[in-house]
């Protein structure tokens, strides 16, 4: 029932265009999900994502399972009916999380021990179990469980964590294949820090696996972009074609675009929402901080390009008094212009792709971007 | 150019309803007045505000003079553009703010000296010179300063205050006599506490000023209901009926009604969404604390009978889940959701007077209200 397909690849590169097809929708890919950890993209209302051009979000198992619980959302008809958002939700396993929030206790070949950051609760976590909570949640696009290991890590420290995240990977798959679930995807997830030859092996051994797509894991968390890119480019050159690819966790205009150039098709990252709500705000000449005293008395738009409801209505030196003000108001309009930023820099991607001139519109936004227009 | 005209008086009580026209457009009365004090209404769109039917909304004087300033407004094109709220704004002289937030200084005939409750700057205010403020904001509706004496007072302060609160006024009327603006309306402020004589002196001697309306003032800040409502029903007595009346400050669904009962015709009150932010909204069937456990699995909306995009699309599980998760959308659906409570409330109070079944809506209305149906 799901399924992926690519509609136009790119003449000059590995960029594509495709269309993921789910029970709740169709997601346009590339695509980006913007992040709704606890059930809720913070400050955003669903309808105003939908009139973005968002067409999928992604939610957090760890999050969700610890407040309020898979089965309260189960009952609720699934993450899609209860937070108001009809159409398709991927969610991260709670890898990352667990390694990032938890008190963590100890990582055993079969899964692994924590203890939750909102109540000190003992918690076990298994491949199988983070695919159960995914399937009662009703996520759209799983995410197996992966072992996050920090940046800057050794080789041989990768290595080892990497062999466990593999374990987990085939664990998860076995598992899947029982569930016999033919109407939403897994997603097996490539480790191996910054090392050429780890990532590899794990993406090969994935494939081996079968899995319905790809997320490259483990990135944007504080390696230089030469790795970084690195990565995603060898990435590119070994990833199967005829399935999708998420780089997790990226990120700025600059690097989606790289990525989207090596063949990336998903990204996610809390980058608009975020940083919209300590009021810097992205346009199509760069990032702005609009508290700044120097947009005290500036009455343009945030962005003269950009025609969302924040652009078309509010000037800056609105904006920056209700930051200054703590104004609630302040989070909203920040986050929707800039949500609306990254739904037309992908909007603007698919086009560029689909009229053959991806290297062109490149060129152009990022001059712009980069102030050098 | 800005004009009162009442289309129906009921035949039981002294309801009416009626228009005012502004250069920024029609105000139906009954009217509610959601609260911008800092020139947002708080955690929403001013689109939303419109399409549930908001027509006008109150600002503040004093905040706004403090931040971002009165100037800055001005070269905004005033508090409407400012704001992106194309419609009526009226705006309180910042009386009570000065009283109940500022480190008061000293008052005089001739005005107050406060300090700032931002900066601690000192700064004198004149009945003149929040004229010139509020006109500069480019206030519709402008309110005289008034001297705020808290409740209880007695009846000797109660007139000191009052015969202040009256020289004030007058200067207030002789400066605006010399402005000769007919775009705007200005407000005299009825003062004299829960004292019957003191308010009706206050009433008759602004009458004889000749002000464009009459608010009554220094109620619904801790009096027994019982004596708020003798003083509305008196203010209803001698008002002028050619004239829109407000009553400041109220509030309560049970109250207002009351008030229009009595003739009153404008409304502010901070409950819908001071009270939505904290978790309290506004039913048909009363207040509901959203964040009791009791509404853990609770897939019912907020409001049944409610037909606001929050009642529509979530649940009173998912807006619980968003409070305990500290989520700013749960200030946004709460708020969202009684800001349509108290419009449609007005709403029906309007078409009740018009269909001339005032006394069995009103009836009905509490019965439901109160938990009696």
Redesign the interface.
């Known amino acids: 029932m799901v399924k992926f397909e690519i509609l136009k690849v790119d003449k000059e590169s590995r960029a594509r265009v495709g269309r993921i097809y789910t029970k709740w929708g169709v997601v346009e890919t590339p695509a980006f999900m913007p992040v709704a950890t ?3 993209v ?6 105003d994502l939908n009139e973005a051009g968002i067409q999928i979000v992604i939610a957090n198992t760890y999050h969700l399972h610890l ?2 619980g898979e089965d ?1 959302i189960n ?2 008809g699934g993450i899609q009916k ?3 958002w009809f159409k398709p939700v991927a969610t991260d396993s709670g890898g990352f999380q667990i390694y990032s929030l938890s008190d963590l206790k100890e990582v055993k070949d079969d899964g692994v021990f924590f203890r939750s950051h909102l109540d000190g609760s003992y918690i076990f976590f298994t491949p199988e179990k983070v695919i159960d909570i995914q399937i009662k949640l009703g996520s759209d696009l799983i995410m197996v469980l992966d072992e996050c290991p920090p940046y800057p890590i050794s080789h041989e420290e990768a290595y080892k964590s990497l062999k466990r995240t593999l374990k987990w990977a085939e664990k998860s798959k076995n598992h899947w294949e029982k569930l016999k679930l033919n109407d939403r995807m897994i997603f097996g997830i490539i480790q191996g820090s910054v090392y050429e030859d780890l990532r590899e092996l794990s993406a090969k051994e994935l494939i081996d696996m079968d899995f319905d797509g790809y997320a490259i894991g483990g990135l944007a968390i504080g390696e230089p972009k030469v790795e970084r890119d690195k990565i995603i480019k060898k990435m590119g050159e070994i990833l199967p074609e005829n399935k999708p690819r998420y780089a997790m966790g990226i990120g700025y205009p600059e690097d989606i675009i790289e990525a989207v150039e090596n063949g990336i098709d998903l990204f996610d990252c809390v980058l608009p929402t975020r940083n919209a ?1 300590t009021g810097t705000v992205f346009t199509s000449r760069g990032k702005l901080v609009i508290k700044n005293a120097s947009y ?2 500036d ?1 343009s738009p945030i962005d003269e390009e950009c025609s969302c ?1 924040t652009c078309k ?3 800056r ?2 904006i920056r ?2 930051f ?2 703590g ?3 302040a ?3 920040a986050t929707l212009h800039s949500i609306n930023f990254f739904a037309n820099l992908f909007k603007q991607i698919r086009k560029a792709i689909k009229d053959g001139n991806f290297k062109e519109w490149k060129k152009e936004f990022l001059e712009k971007y980069n102030g050098k227009q």
Do not use: D, S, V
């Not at 913070?42 to 309808?47: C, Q």
């Open positions: 606890q059930g809720t913070k400050a955003m209302f669903p309808k407040r309020p309260l009952k609720a209860f937070m108001g709500r005290k008395e009455f409801y209505n509010f000037t030196a609105y008094h209700l200054q003000a104004e609630i108001l989070a909203m309009l």
